[in-house]
């Protein structure tokens, strides 16, 4: 099973994922997350996956940067307990791995 909690704080959209990540059950979030990321021209997109497993490589992640890169935006994600190239592989220069939602927020220039 898997809990979603979507909050979008000072400019920031935060994507909590708490419970096993695979391919079957991130596809729905996947596009959701697109039509807001588009629709709303979002640039700063943080994932907080610290209570998640992740049982496959997903394309969640990677989908998500892309979108955020082409909106000259950053993507963070913390709880990553692995290096950050075991989930997004390709051009992944927009998304970093940070410790917690508050580092993430000093990273971001919001009005």
Avoid at 30 to 36: G, M, Q, R, T
Avoid at 65 to 86: A, P, Q, R, V
Wanted: charged share 30%; with cysteine.
């Amino acid at each position: 099973m898997l809990d979603v909690n979507i909050e979008f704080v000072k400019g920031v959209l935060f994507v909590r994922l708490d419970g096993k990540l695979n391919v079957d059950n991130t596809k729905e979030i996947e596009s959701n997350l697109k039509e807001i990321i588009t629709l709303g021209g979002i640039k700063y997109l943080v994932f907080n996956i610290s209570n998640s497993v992740l049982e496959e490589r997903i394309d969640l992640f990677e989908e998500c940067n892309t979108l955020i890169k082409n909106n000259d935006g950053k993507m963070f994600i913390c709880g990553l307990k692995s290096k950050i190239e075991c989930i997004v592989s390709s051009n992944f220069d927009v998304c970093k791995k940070v410790k917690n939602e508050l580092s993430a927020l000093k990273k971001v220039d919001v009005c």
